[in-house]
Each structure stands twice: as C-alpha cells, then as structure tokens.
C-alpha cells in the first residue's frame, strides 16, 4: 500500500464519521451519551467486532 492509499482511505474514513453528526446532531449525541454508560468490557466487545469485520472486509476486496 502506497501513502496516497493511505490517506485516501484515512480521508474517507474522516468524511463517514461525520455525516451522522452533521445529518443528525440529536440523535448522535444520543448515541453517544448512551455509550458513555456502558461499561469498558461492552466498549470493547464492540470494538473488536468493528476491527474483525473491517479487517474482514478488507480481506474479501483484496
């Protein structure tokens, strides 16, 4: 993977996570308050499962 690869994808990622907050700034929020009280194993478990699936994805297009 070359450096423009790179970016464009860190650049994609940037324009993705913020659509929610711009298109809906309530509900974000409200997502976001609600997993502020969860617990650190919970942040985790989602974690992982977003790193599997991403890395997941990036298998199958490769």
Request: hydrophobic letters at 60%; aromatic letters at 14%.
């Amino acid at each position: 993977m070359d450096g423009d690869t790179f970016w464009a994808a860190v650049a994609l990622m940037l324009v993705l996570e913020g659509i929610f907050p711009f298109l809906a700034p309530g509900g974000w929020r409200a997502t976001f308050q609600r997993l502020l009280q969860l617990r650190d194993g919970q942040l985790r478990f989602f974690g992982l499962t977003s790193i599997l699936l991403g890395l997941g994805l990036l298998w199958l297009v490769s």
